[in-house]
């Protein structure tokens, strides 16, 4: 599995992708300050997930930030403040690390991890239920993608 300095030292060059990224840490930082934002998404396709599962956020790894993350000047990604040798972190799935601070209050609004969008699972059974809709119908769009490929080349 790729390090989060590996991740970290090879920025997006999609420039969408990075707008989106933005705005999503962007709106984790705003979250941190209005702890009851204005956040109100009905709608997936546009807007935020529902909450991480509880469970799961429960059982999310806490790591000890080593020397060597210290000195590299490993920070969280929300909040900006570089990590303290020793001091305890939340570390997601995918590898990237958060203060408690910072992600559990995230976590309360979506699942995802507000640098990657990696998703956590949520305790919302509509949304699980949307979420495989979505990977159906993005295989089926990927299969028409082919077939017009294939057609046209
Ligand atoms: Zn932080
Ligand atoms: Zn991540």
Redesign the pocket.
């Known amino acids: 599995m790729a390090s989060y300095f590996d991740e970290h030292n090879c920025e997006p060059t999609d420039p969408q992708e990075q707008y989106r990224r933005n705005a999503l840490l962007e709106l984790a930082r705003t979250l941190i300050n209005f702890e009851d934002g204005p956040l109100d998404f009905a709608d997936w396709d546009q807007g935020l997930p529902p909450p991480a599962a509880k469970d799961t956020v429960k059982n999310l790894l806490s790591v000890v930030i080593s020397p060597a993350q210290a000195d590299k000047g490993l920070k ?1 990604p ?2 900006l ?1 570089e990590f303290e040798e020793g001091e305890t972190v939340k570390k997601m799935p995918c590898e990237h690390c ?2 408690s ?2 992600i559990l209050p995230w976590l309360g609004k979506t699942n995802s991890c507000p640098l990657c969008r990696y998703e956590l699972l949520t305790d919302n059974e509509e949304y699980e239920e949307y979420k495989k809709e979505k990977d159906r119908r993005q295989q089926r769009e990927h299969r028409l993608e082919n077939l017009h490929g294939a057609m046209y080349t």
């Open positions: 969280c929300i909040c403040l958060f203060h601070a910072c």
